[in-house]
Each structure stands twice: as C-alpha cells, then as structure tokens.
C-alpha cells in the first residue's frame, strides 16, 4: 500500500493555494508523497465540491480526514511543520485550535470563496 497522503484543497482561495504551495515545494524538495488535488476532484473523492470548499480534506491511511487532524497528517510529514503538529495535538491545545479553524477560520475562508464565486458568475 502507498504512503502517499492526498490533500484536498479549494485553489480558488489565495490563503489556501499559499499555504499548500508551501507544502507542494517542500513535499516535492525533499521526496515526501504528498499529493494535491484541486476542487474539481471533490467527486472522486466522494464529496460535493461545495462541501469540499469549506474545510481542507486529506486521505491518509484510507481515511478522509478535514480541519485540524487533516493539517496534522500533512504537518508530521513536513520537517518544519512536525512540532506545530505535535503542539496542536496536546489535550488542552488541540480543542482550541479545531475551534477556531472550524468556528473562525474556515468559516470566514468559505464566505470569500462564496464572495469569488458569486463575482465570477455575475454579470459585468
């Protein structure tokens, strides 16, 4: 079975694209199986792209996993990223940091996607 980890990821967010555009180029740097896939793969993920949008997804040990437990299979692959992985998982951390990716971060990342989207399809 590969080790590969695949990261689902929305490419129309600027603040998503930077982030993963870092951990494309460490991933590819130093040989570690990350693979990224945009929105447009959501289906064969067996997600609807809408819902795909609002969270990151990665499939890891095939399990789909979004928020911050998919950010820490991608960060405990990542040299530079391990501690933050292992300091998001600590018990009294890791409840604070999925709250605020799923009450704050998400949310607000979503309602710009939203706001792109809407802009797109509008009349000019």
């Not at 530079?80 to 292992?86: A, H, N, S, T, V």
């Not at 990342?109 to 939203?114: E, F, G, I, P, Q």
Request: charged share 25%; proline share 7%.
């Amino acid at each position: 079975m590969s080790d590969e980890t695949r990261i689902l990821y929305n490419e129309t967010c600027p603040v998503c694209r930077f982030e993963i555009n870092s951990y494309r180029k460490t991933a590819l740097a130093q040989d570690i199986p990350l693979r990224f896939d945009d929105l447009t793969q959501a289906a064969a993920w067996g997600i609807a792209p809408d819902a795909a949008a609002k969270r990151l997804h990665v499939l890891h040990d095939s399990k789909i996993l979004s928020g911050i437990p998919a950010f820490q299979v991608i960060w405990a692959k990542l040299p530079r990223w391990r501690w933050f992985g292992k300091m998001t998982a600590l018990p009294l951390i890791h409840p604070i940091a999925c709250a605020i990716y799923d009450h704050v971060m998400a949310p607000l990342l979503y309602r710009a996607h939203k706001r792109r989207e809407a802009a797109k399809s509008a009349p000019h």
